[in-house]
């Protein structure tokens, strides 16, 4: 039916924006791992500081993303969002580890 139809896609919708915000804020991530690594020594826990919180942001987003797939019931796309998500939230967490790394080896 139409009303359904269409509120599987305002479901998929809500679910794309946070996937969204995860990769935004795993492109910030990567940033803050290249100035621990490159910048200003005396900034470095402004690095640990940008890390912590961006993968405060992916972590966020990902539970935002799958409480939004509960809802959706084409199967194909619950997994393929469920793997991005999945898949971006490791990588953040590996690099948020090397971001914190670097910042305790330089305190």
Do not use: F, W
Not at 21 to 27: F, I, N, P, S
């Amino acid at each position: 039916e139409e009303r359904d139809r269409v509120e599987q896609e305002a479901t998929k919708q809500a679910a794309m924006v946070p996937l969204t915000v995860m990769r935004k804020a795993l492109q910030v991530l990567q940033m803050a791992h290249t100035v621990a690594r490159k910048g200003n020594e005396n900034s470095i826990t402004d690095a640990g500081v940008a890390g912590l919180m961006g993968l405060a942001a992916v972590e966020g987003a990902g539970y935002n993303v799958r409480i939004n797939l509960t809802s959706l019931t084409d199967a194909e796309t619950v997994a393929s969002m469920k793997e991005e998500a999945q898949s971006l939230a490791k990588e953040a967490r590996e690099v948020a580890e090397k971001i914190r790394q670097l910042v305790e080896e330089k305190l």
